[in-house]
């Protein structure tokens, strides 16, 4: 008998007595004890069976799950995973001034956090100074007031930049940001090639979920490339974009839609880049993702792990990659905010460690784990510090990291792996018939299918067939809750406004002039990168909003346009 027939025979013997299991025990127990639902699906819409067996495996082993380290990378992108070296412990934090973010980063270090997450306010991230009507009420709220490359500085105070890993979730002034943290590590004689971190430079996302950008697509689109390819030719460790599926996730995407919305943007970035007359296998080693991790483990383990396969296949087959290492896709998880309540705050430690543990047994390279009061304001010292230690218990006491991808071979998680993976391919298909997805954004069409995702979610929370304990079911309304909440403190605004104005006050008014100069006559030309201007403008004493007022007057600002 060969392995094939011996195979068929195996599942006929695997049918026959699935059959007589349904008839001889399943049957008499239900008449007795049925279930308490009519049907079971995942929060995406996946059909959940009563029950899996060997029957619900699709392909071989090798195609589809294959050895960690090895394409199609199923299993995990490092050989030893874990075993050899633990995903790095990120804690996203910045409020208020710079002196606030670095007293709350040195406390997260000291705590065991092992890289940093830097969050910036609403102003730095649309371009705006401190002082302009719009950011009055901004004002380090949500995140640090960024606009002079000293505030860098203070942020980084008593860090070692060549030594620490920084993350900087900034987007449509992605360029200003990563030319401060270099203008710091020239002012301390430090090489910017042992510079080591991730700039979120993902534009694409903000048109279809986030909306937080300033210029048309098509600028942005070159401004994002440009730091791509600066920073592939001169800060060889930085990871130049996070390409984000955690913001469509946010906006109410199901994880089906985050997998596929995330990955056509990379194809969409890829292309652009090469476009470029960039080699594929010179800048895809450095590209990285950023993923959702929610409460449900298997739906999410299955994710991170389609996502991984898909896009091992995208690189070696789209755009015919050779080295491994353009393959793999490195991700961030970061657990999910919007699963987070308000009711009985105190339990959202439950839903956070569950779904670190879905990060971690989907073989995340880095993890930030929200704090439990982040449904009402920014996490207080205590609540980041708690998120921290979530970490810790993962990693050192559940058992999760000791072997490499332990759900693997789980007939419910890779059939769950081979559904997901499937439906993200038809929505990719999708994109790519209207000519990706910067052709797709403009139609409307991600948008729409984010907002239609959104509405059914809500709808089945609001019908309880979607449970949220303490929201539709074990509500209590006398729940006293004592949780400390964070309040920035209003005197941050008068120092970031003091500091602005003696920063202006000091500098060369006529290389700063110049250097703005430069950069407009280089944003009017189409094949010029930015970034060496944007970074003289940095070192010259140009804020955020006068580089970004430069840019506005040249390429003007996106409007959206209606789609409902």
């Known amino acids: 008998m060969n392995c094939r027939d011996l195979r068929l025979d195996i599942e006929d013997k695997i049918k026959e007595s699935y059959q007589q299991w349904e008839e001889k025990v399943l049957k008499p127990w239900l008449s007795k004890w049925p279930e308490r639902k009519k049907s079971f699906t995942t929060p995406s819409g996946i059909e959940v069976k009563r029950l899996y067996t060997p029957l619900d495996i699709k392909g071989s082993y090798e195609e589809k799950i294959g050895y960690p380290g090895q394409y199609p990378f199923t299993r995990g992108i490092y050989p030893t995973m874990y075993r050899g070296r633990l995903w790095t412990i990120r804690q996203y934090a910045g409020y208020g001034s710079a002196e606030d973010t670095n007293e709350r980063f040195r406390k997260l270090l000291q705590a065991g956090e092992t890289g940093l997450s830097m969050a910036f306010d609403l102003p730095t991230q649309l371009g705006l100074d401190p002082d302009h009507v719009l950011a009055f009420t901004e004002v380090g709220v949500v ?41 710091v590590a020239e002012a301390r004689g430090i090489d910017k090639k042992l510079l080591d971190g991730t700039v979120q430079n993902d534009i694409l996302k ?37 390409i984000s599926g955690y913001h469509i996730r946010e906006a109410g995407g199901d994880a089906v839609l985050e997998v596929a919305f995330t990955l056509a943007d990379g194809i969409e970035y890829v292309r652009k ?74 339990i959202n430690i439950v839903r956070t460690t569950l779904q670190a543990l879905a990060a971690v047994l989907g073989g995340t390279q880095s993890l930030h784990v929200n704090s439990y009061d982040e449904a009402m304001a920014l996490p207080t010292e205590k609540a980041a510090k708690i998120a921290i230690r979530v970490q810790q218990i993962i990693a050192y ?49 991600p948008q729409a299918e984010i907002a239609e995702s959104a509405y059914k979610i809500q709808k089945r929370i609001e019908s309880g067939d979607l449970v949220k304990v303490g929201v539709n079911m074990f509500y209590e309304p006398d729940w006293i809750g004592t949780t400390e909440v964070f309040r920035v403190n209003p005197v941050v605004r008068n120092r970031v406004l003091e500091r602005l104005k003696k920063y202006r006050s000091e500098r060369d008014e006529i290389k700063w002039r110049d250097s703005l100069n430069q950069l407009r006559k280089a944003a009017e030309k189409e094949n010029e990168n930015l970034f060496p201007y944007i970074f003289n403008a940095i070192k010259a004493g140009a804020t955020v909003g006068e580089i970004s007022g430069v840019l506005r007057e040249v390429w003007g600002e996106y409007r959206e346009p209606i789609i409902f």
């Open 143 to 183: 995140g640090v007031s960024m606009f002079h490359w000293k505030e860098m500085d203070i942020v980084m105070n008593q860090i070692p930049l060549d030594k620490v890993s920084t993350s900087m979730t900034i987007n449509a002034t992605a360029i200003e940001i990563l030319s401060m943290y270099l203008a």
């Open 273 to 346: 880049t090469i476009e470029r007359g960039i080699p594929v296998d010179e800048f895809a080693p450095k590209l990285s993702f950023f993923f959702a991790a929610y409460t449900n483990i298997f739906e999410e383990v299955a994710k991170f792990r389609a996502a991984r396969r898909m896009w091992a296949k995208i690189m070696k087959e789209w755009f015919n990659a050779k080295k491994p290492e353009s393959m793999m896709l490195r991700f961030h998880t970061q657990t999910g905010g919007a699963e987070l309540t308000v009711q009985q705050p105190e």
């Open 397 to 445: 006491e559940s058992g999760a990291a000791d072997t490499i991808d332990p759900l693997a071979g789980s007939y419910y998680i890779e059939s769950l792996t081979d559904e997901i993976e499937e439906r993200a391919w038809k929505i990719i298909e999708k994109i790519e018939d209207m000519g990706g997805m910067m052709k797709a954004i403009e139609k409307g069409y």
């Open 206 to 242: 903000e048109y279809i979920a986030r909306k937080n950008y300033i210029y048309p697509p098509e600028q942005s689109m070159r401004y994002t490339v440009d730091l791509i390819e600066y920073s592939t030719k001169n800060i060889p460790k930085w990871h130049p974009i996070s």
